[in-house]
């Protein structure tokens, strides 16, 4: 699945951009204060608590997808200033109709609020309201399934970085159903990357690893290893993405991060080496060949 390497400035507003298998962010220093979505951490297992990541809220909740438009399960991901839209869809099994509404809160690299307004970041109005729907017909399960595109007819972001779609029914902001987590980006830099077989013997064939370099020409880096934040992910996923890395050479205009255990990640069964040259003999990990009339299994 295509996914890509992103950035952002010291105002939190993403600037790279390289489609890839693994996706790679990258954010310069940003110190934001956090004051106005101050909460009790005390209330952290209650329903209205607000997480600043992919969560549902409510146990009816189903089925929560955001991607891109035309683009089948990809990352939420959209260009600034390209017309791009996100789909956001989720099920309610109450079966019923609400009115839903959306809003969208901008982070800094670590997804914590920045101390911008909402009217700093969009245009229109802070929320809107989500009027695409239709019910289940038939099943076993009665629901109700939504649909919204984002940025939608109201609220549109105007500046780049990381946002969190809040979804919420109309009236009751301060108890979410969901949240997931989107990227608003603007291409600056290149970003050139391999995924290649871990260099750590014992991990060789097992695990995955991404070196990569960043190519910042015309971009002022006072100090990389403070201003550069890197967070390194594997399908989109969040929950084994690698971050804190620094780099490990500087060179004109370039940060190289080759690194031989920080970046790798499990690779599932692509490195199960054996060896094709030929099937007159049984070859290095192949336990067995079946010759039949028209094919040979191996095992």
């Known amino acids: 699945m295509g996914t890509g390497f992103f950035a952002n400035d010291r105002t939190g507003r993403m600037k790279f951009k390289l489609n890839s298998i693994y996706s790679l962010f990258l954010f310069s220093g940003i110190i934001f204060s956090f004051s106005s979505f101050a909460q009790d951490t005390t209330d952290y297992y209650s329903s209205g608590y607000l997480r600043f990541e992919?969560?549902?809220?409510?146990?009816?909740?189903?089925?929560?997808?955001?991607?891109?438009?035309?683009?089948?399960?990809?990352?939420?991901?959209?260009?600034?200033?390209?017309?791009?839209?996100?789909?956001?869809?989720?099920?309610?099994?109450?079966?019923?109709?609400?009115?839903?509404?959306?809003?969208?809160?901008?982070?800094?690299a670590n997804w914590v609020p920045s101390n911008l307004l909402q009217n700093e970041y969009l245009s229109g109005f802070t929320e809107d309201r989500i009027l695409n729907y239709r019910t289940?017909?038939?099943?076993?399960?009665?629901?109700?399934?939504?649909?919204?595109?984002?940025?939608?007819?109201?609220?549109?972001?105007f500046i780049s970085g990381n946002y969190i779609v809040k979804v919420y029914v109309e009236g009751a902001p301060d108890f979410p159903v969901l949240t997931r987590r989107m990227m608003v980006i603007q291409p600056k830099a290149a970003i050139e990357g391999t995924v290649q077989q871990a260099t750590i013997v014992n991990d060789r064939y097992s695990k995955q690893e991404i070196d990569f370099s960043?190519?910042?020409?015309?971009?002022?880096?006072?100090?990389?290893?403070?201003?550069?934040?890197?967070?390194?992910?594997?399908?989109?996923?969040?929950?084994?993405?690698?971050?804190?890395?620094?780099?490990?050479?500087?060179?004109?205009?370039?940060?190289?991060?080759?690194?031989?255990?920080?970046?790798?990640?499990?690779?599932?069964?692509?490195?199960?080496?054996?060896?094709?040259?030929?099937?007159?003999?049984?070859?290095?990990?192949?336990?067995?060949?079946?010759?039949?009339?028209?094919?040979?299994?191996?095992?």
């Open 54 to 108: 992919n969560y549902i809220y409510k146990n009816t909740i189903k089925s929560v997808v955001l991607e891109q438009e035309f683009l089948r399960l990809s990352q939420p991901i959209i260009e600034l200033g390209k017309g791009e839209r996100l789909i956001l869809s989720f099920d309610d099994l109450d079966g019923d109709f609400k009115n839903y509404s959306y809003t969208l809160i901008h982070c800094d």
């Open 214 to 299: 960043v190519f910042y020409k015309g971009i002022q880096v006072t100090n990389p290893f403070e201003d550069i934040k890197v967070v390194l992910m594997q399908n989109g996923r969040w929950d084994n993405a690698v971050s804190g890395m620094k780099p490990l050479f500087l060179r004109d205009n370039e940060l190289e991060y080759n690194y031989d255990e920080e970046n790798t990640f499990n690779g599932g069964n692509e490195f199960r080496t054996f060896d094709l040259r030929t099937l007159r003999v049984q070859t290095q990990f192949v336990k067995t060949l079946f010759r039949g009339l028209m094919d040979i299994l191996l095992f």
């Open 136 to 157: 289940s017909f038939n099943t076993l399960q009665n629901y109700t399934h939504y649909i919204q595109e984002i940025p939608g007819r109201e609220a549109k972001p």
